[in-house]
């Protein structure tokens, strides 16, 4: 029994299978650093949210809008029980006609700055703006009748404007119409609750303003905005041309939406974007009109589904089947999210593992220097806690310094650990080289996020490739026997040193 034991301790392939079931068990601690990882990206989550819910939102924005109030009255057929035609009753109803404006063109810088949660930092912007251009001179007969012989009377009309998040305002806008200052008032009157509309603010047309519109002359306007909200801005694009000019110090935009910036300059002190969006090509006036109806509604799009109509309530987003407003969009990206990053550093995390216990294994092999499994252990738990290190100093400090500080002492350790166990300071130099050289490789990963596979496999490969060619000629039977006179290895300093 004895002389069994002395056998599989010799064993090469028993060693083999060791290191590799060690391998294994620790991916167990990196398991679980992932987890917290995955905890405080959820905590970064969760502080946005509370954020949102006590400050500020992501904005959308839609309007300014003309909206007029009108009845439509019409007779209908008075039938007693046999259906026979007795009299008249006069019916009617109240609706709203939504007039867009023929320009609007916004011009605004979004100033940005930060909030914190905790150890959070959520990204604000503040947009100043101003919103120009004019609606064209009202015309009656564009009001379609819904009933056969009725007739319209129409009410003075409005102007609409809709931020997702009213909180955002800043101070309250102002509007001048045709020279006429127009005050806003809380929501937007004769809409049903069901409409997303109505919870926007609205201003009378007044003065100079009303008279333009009753002789049904063209109605110029600009509307000054300030808007608080939290990383993005969604314009909805509701003129027969709409034209955008935003300007900001903030250098890592970025542009989404149904429709990308068309021209855009992003450089390390800012970014100047514009856009240009015509009706023809968006949908986004009549997402606006459903928005002004409510489940009463006698179109076909009442009879879309529950979920749909739930969608509807949502702010910034269309009511029942016409999907998501129309939009176009910037957000105050953050240029290093160190926890994707830090996720992205632990996938990497087994193979790390792996590739320092194989180097730890070469020395063994050609050196003559035999490692106890408790420190093989050793070691690929300070690979482990590396990352657990990287993830707690990037908290504190930026990503490239909090990697550097994780790094450099992962192997200054490594290195101190490896001059005493392999009896050579130039051994356990060359053994933190190599693994300074793994930690620069796996930066340079993370850094080329475009190329990250082409790299990681390039970098797998090659340290397969060291090692195959490093062992091409050893007898590893021989090994296995426990014969002393194993041939050296064809690239014993590249082993060492690699």
């Not at 012989?149 to 129409?154: G, V």
């Not at 109806?293 to 009442?302: F, L």
């Not at 590739?355 to 050196?367: G, H, N």
Request: aromatic share 10%.
């Amino acid at each position: 029994m004895f002389q069994l034991f002395k056998a599989l301790q010799s064993s090469m392939l028993v060693r083999v299978a060791g290191l590799l079931m060690l391998t294994l068990l620790l991916c167990i601690p990196l398991a679980e650093i992932n987890s917290i990882n995955r905890e405080r990206g959820r905590s970064q989550r969760e502080a946005a949210e509370e954020l949102a819910a006590t400050y500020a939102s992501a904005q959308t924005m839609v309007g300014p809008v003309l909206l007029v109030p009108y009845v439509e009255r019409w007779m209908e057929p008075l039938r007693n029980a046999q259906g026979k035609v007795i009299g008249q009753e006069a019916r009617s109803k109240e609706m709203a006609h939504a007039v867009f404006p023929d320009k609007l063109h916004i011009e605004g810088s979004m100033t940005p700055h930060e909030r914190y949660r905790g150890i959070f930092k959520i990204p604000f912007y503040t947009l100043n703006a101003t919103l120009g251009g004019g609606f064209a001179a009202f015309d009656p007969k564009s009001v379609a009748h819904s009933e056969a012989d009725s007739r319209i009377e129409f009410k003075a009309p409005f102007v609409v404007f809709y931020v997702s998040d009213l909180r955002g305002l800043d101070g309250s806008p102002s509007i001048a119409m045709n020279g006429e200052g127009l005050r806003f008032k809380q929501r937007v009157p004769g809409l049903g609750d069901d409409s997303w509309l109505a919870d926007g603010v609205h201003a009378p047309l007044t003065g100079a303003a009303l008279a333009a519109w009753e002789s049904k002359a063209p109605l110029p306007f600009e509307m000054k905005l300030g808007l608080v909200g939290q990383d993005t801005l969604s314009m909805v694009p509701i003129a027969e041309e709409t034209t955008a000019h935003l300007i900001s110090p903030w250098a890592h935009p970025s542009f989404g939406g149904r429709f990308l910036a068309t021209q855009r300059a992003v450089t390390p002190q800012g970014f100047d974007a514009h856009w240009r969006v015509s009706s023809l090509v968006t949908s986004a006036r009549e997402q606006v009109r459903a928005g002004l109806s409510d489940r009463d509604d006698r179109s076909a799009a009442a009879t879309a589904t529950a979920a749909a109509t739930a969608a509807a309530a949502t702010v910034g987003h269309a009511p029942r089947n016409l999907g998501p407003l129309q939009t176009f969009d910037v957000s105050l990206a953050q240029p290093i999210n160190v926890y994707s990053m830090s996720t992205r550093a632990g996938k990497y995390g087994a193979l790390f593992i792996g590739l320092v216990i194989m180097a730890a294994f070469m020395f063994e092999l050609f050196r003559r220097q035999r490692m106890h499994p408790v420190q093989y252990g050793l070691v690929g738990l300070s690979i482990a806690l590396f990352f657990l290190l990287l993830l707690a100093l990037s908290e504190k400090l930026a990503f490239w310094l909090a990697y550097a500080s994780a790094a450099g002492a992962s192997v200054l350790l490594l290195g101190i650990y490896f001059s005493a166990v392999l009896q050579s300071w130039k051994r356990g130099a060359g053994f933190g080289a190599y693994v300074a050289v793994l930690y620069g490789a796996l930066y340079g990963l993370l850094a080329s996020e475009s190329n990250a596979l082409l790299l990681g496999a390039l970098l797998t490969f090659g340290m397969l490739t060291v090692l195959m060619l490093a062992t091409r000629k050893v007898d590893w039977y021989a090994l296995s026997a426990g014969n002393p006179r194993t041939p050296e290895p064809v690239l014993p300093d590249a082993a060492a040193s690699v």
